[in-house]
């Protein structure tokens, strides 16, 4: 059948006009591109999606099409049904058309049948309301705070979600349970759990922010608060993040730091990483491997470097014979 429009608006396949209207409108209110801000993209897509559901459903013709024949029986269907077939078939303006025309209603005369958010002023410029916008509603009397519904948000809940270098490296994700109060039948308050999945990828960094739009407590006259996660960053016992790049200390002695050595480091993807160091380890030396570091998350496929700074042991003392041994081999080989 392709896409299903009753799972997408929550309801049975025999759900009556009134239950769709009441799907679409809690849906409709949760997914608004306006509402949602930080994850814009991914709410007009969803938005939209909720708004074809409903417009297929809602229509006696294009519902009975589509239980009979499914998505593709509906793209077979003329244009002279009002409902054009194509990729095309459906846009941001025929959500945001749809949108208006439902909650419209809501504050209009109930002797009026319907009504635009869209209005043409004699000016002959339009100006478009929108229920989550500061604008005044149809009315004309000042709006509260939130939208025309006259309904409030509670103010967004924020929770730290610390992560390993590990999760950031190689990407990782988390299932948070929740207990949150919910307004069931009856505008009774109810305790529900639920589960959230944050997908962490590769390349994030402490202070990226994860939006769950609603999840907060439920209150009746009240839109539930937005439940945020902002990530934060465990320490490693080997590794400091410093950008894209991963810094790690590691010990070498005298003898290496003179002569050369061979580094074996434990990496974030349980792989180690054996590096020759034949060059002379001097203070404030730093081995630089390129592309070693971690994802960078704007740019798949790329990496920052790997810095490999040093910490020489000195012995503690040494005997008159090695003294004598060091200082000729330091002088070129003079007498010591």
Request: proline letters at 6%; charged letters at 30%; glycine letters at 8%.
């Amino acid at each position: 059948m392709g896409v299903d429009y009753y799972e997408i608006l929550k309801v049975k396949r025999d759900a009556t006009d009134d239950d769709l209207r009441k799907a679409y409108k809690r849906l409709a209110m949760r997914w608004h591109p306006d509402k949602n801000p930080d994850i814009k993209t991914v709410a007009e897509a969803k938005f939209k999606q909720i708004s074809e559901a409903f417009e297929v459903l809602s229509d006696g013709q294009k519902r009975a099409i589509y239980d009979q024949f499914g998505e593709e029986g509906l793209k077979e269907v003329s244009s002279d049904s009002g409902f054009s077939g194509g990729e095309q078939r459906f846009n941001q303006r025929n959500a945001e058309d749809i949108f208006s025309e439902v909650f419209n209603r809501m504050h209009l005369n109930p002797r009026m049948k319907s009504a635009s958010f869209n209005s043409r002023p004699r000016n002959g410029r339009s100006s478009t309301h929108s229920v989550f916008s500061g604008s005044n509603s149809l009315n004309g009397s000042p709006r509260n705070e939130g939208s025309s519904l006259g309904l409030r948000r509670a103010p967004p809940i924020e929770n730290k979600l610390p992560c390993t270098l590990e999760e950031f490296y190689n990407g990782a994700i988390r299932k948070m349970k929740i207990s949150r109060n919910v307004v069931g039948p009856g505008g009774k308050i109810i305790t529900v759990d639920e589960v959230l999945t944050i997908n962490i990828k590769p390349g994030w960094k402490k202070g990226t922010r994860v939006t769950f739009p609603e999840k907060g407590n439920e209150q009746v006259g009240l839109i539930a608060a937005d439940l945020i996660f902002i990530i934060d960053e465990k320490p490693h016992e080997v590794f400091k993040r410093d950008g894209n790049d991963l810094v790690t200390t590691q010990k070498v002695t005298l003898t290496e730091a003179l002569t050369g050595c061979i580094l074996s480091i434990p990496m974030l993807n349980s792989k180690a990483l054996t590096i020759p160091c034949t060059e002379i380890i001097f203070p404030e030396y730093e081995k630089i491997i390129p592309n070693e570091g971690m994802p960078i998350a704007k740019e798949p496929g790329k990496s920052g470097n790997l810095r490999i700074k040093f910490e020489v042991m000195f012995p503690i003392e040494l005997s008159t014979e090695q003294r004598a041994t060091i200082k000729k081999v330091l002088n070129g080989g003079g007498s010591p």
